[in-house]
């Protein structure tokens, strides 16, 4: 286990979830996606960079056949009605007709994915669910359905475990919050 406090950048954290706990909480996230995409062979869409981290345990313990891919997305404002448009950078893979779980790390306005699963549903996926490892209801602004949240979390800030505080936190294993 990590220590008790870090400091990255400016900023004090303390520790919150430990590796130990992590590994819990994606075990039972896997178990259900087991049982749910037994037949379905899902399409794990990990959304970089947070994600990576979450989606290497999680996909560990997947044992339904399926694939991955890994992608990027870049929010721009246009002059559509949506005022934002969404880029999906590195989805090559044809996704007509299959069952995607868009892998996050965390959600916590909804912003990304209220822009993000539209641009998904619209190439014709069979279904289209999130699997995210922390979720802050308290934060969130759009209709969504998370349909596989690993762990709800207050609103507060979280770094370690993919998470970063301005680039810095990504690799610690065990997840700490601001104080
Ligand atoms: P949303 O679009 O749901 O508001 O936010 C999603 C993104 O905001 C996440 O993918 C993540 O990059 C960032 N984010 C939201 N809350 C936190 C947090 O507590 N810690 C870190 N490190 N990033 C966060």
Redesign the pocket.
């Known amino acids: 286990m990590g220590s008790a406090h870090i400091t990255l950048h400016d900023k004090k954290f303390r520790l919150y979830l430990p590796a130990n706990e992590l590994v819990g909480v994606v075990e039972e996230l896997a178990a259900r996606l087991n049982r749910d995409y037994t037949d379905r062979k899902p399409l794990f869409v990990v959304?970089l960079t947070?994600a990576f981290m979450f989606a290497s345990d999680l996909l560990k313990r997947i044992t339904v056949p399926c694939e991955i891919v890994f992608i990027r997305v870049a929010s721009y404002h246009g002059t559509g009605s949506t005022g934002v448009v969404q880029e999906i950078m590195g989805l090559r893979e044809e996704v007509a007709g299959r069952h995607l779980i868009v892998v996050?790390?965390?959600?916590?306005?909804?912003?990304?994915?209220h822009h993000l699963l539209p641009t998904l549903r619209a190439k014709g996926p069979a279904s289209v669910e999130v699997a995210t490892l922390f979720f802050?209801p308290d934060?969130l602004r759009h209709e969504l359905t998370l349909a596989y949240v690993a762990k709800q979390i207050p609103n507060?800030?979280?770094?370690g475990y993919g998470?970063?505080?301005d680039g810095l936190g990504r690799n610690l294993p065990d997840v700490y919050v601001a104080v």
């Open positions: 959304v947070g996050e790390d965390i959600v916590d306005t909804g912003t990304t994915m802050k934060c507060d800030f979280v770094v998470l970063d505080y």
